[in-house]
Every structure is written in structure tokens, then in C-alpha cells.
């Protein structure tokens, strides 16, 4: 079983900036990761992707603003938020898959909250 540990949510006002971190077992050969993240009554979205090479994609609401990278030798996968707007405030869940293997893993969740 892969779990995964978030780490890095709070409280911020607009124009701040948090750091999320997600670790999986050292183990485990991850393939791509990912951070989403849901909204009180909204639908989960995806947010970023990097892949094991290092390929980004982000959704146009965080672009510029927020930046995932990772680190392969300690299976961690990292988000930068900059700028953060009000409307960033949901819980951010990281996700991985394995080579080889479709299924997705998921972390708890950490609360990132920002005031106006």
C-alpha cells in the first residue's frame, strides 16, 4: 500500500505564499504526481502534474502563481503557492500512480485557507 504524507496547508492572507509538500514510500517507483484540490461545494479539480522527467502542466487559474516540482530521490512532490487568492481557500490532496499501473494513490488532504 502506498501512503502518502501532505504536509505544508494553513492560513495565509491574499498575496502570501505557501509551500505543500506530499511524500511517498522510497520504495515505490512513482510515475507522475499530482496536486488537486476541492472547494466547499465544488468539484475536485486537478491543479498540476509533473511527470518523473519533470514535465509540468497546470490549470490556467494557477498559472504563473503556483509551481509543482519533486524530488525522485525522496519520492516527494512539492507546491508552491504564490499570490494567493481567496479563491485558492480548498483542501489540496497530492496523488501519484506507479509505473506500470494505473491506479492512483492518494494523501489525506491539508487545508490551505486563504483570507481577504
Known amino acids: 500500500q502506498v501512503q502518502l504524507v501532505e504536509s505544508g496547508g494553513g492560513l495565509v492572507q491574499t498575496g502570501g505564499s505557501l509551500r505543500l509538500s506530499c511524500a511517498a514510500p522510497?520504495?515505490?517507483?512513482?510515475?507522475?504526481m499530482r496536486w488537486h484540490r476541492q472547494a466547499p461545494e465544488n468539484q475536485r479539480e486537478l491543479v498540476a502534474t509533473i511527470t518523473r522527467s519533470g514535465e509540468t502542466a497546470y490549470i490556467d487559474s494557477v498559472k504563473g502563481r503556483f509551481t509543482i516540482s519533486r524530488d525522485n530521490a525522496k519520492n516527494t512532490v512539492y507546491l508552491q503557492m504564490n499570490s494567493l487568492k481567496p479563491e485558492d481557500t480548498a483542501v489540496y490532496y497530492c496523488s501519484v500512480n506507479l509505473y506500470g499501473s494505473v491506479k492512483d494513490y492518494w494523501g489525506q488532504g491539508t487545508q490551505v485557507t486563504v483570507s481577504s
Open positions: 522510497k520504495a515505490f517507483a512513482i510515475n507522475s
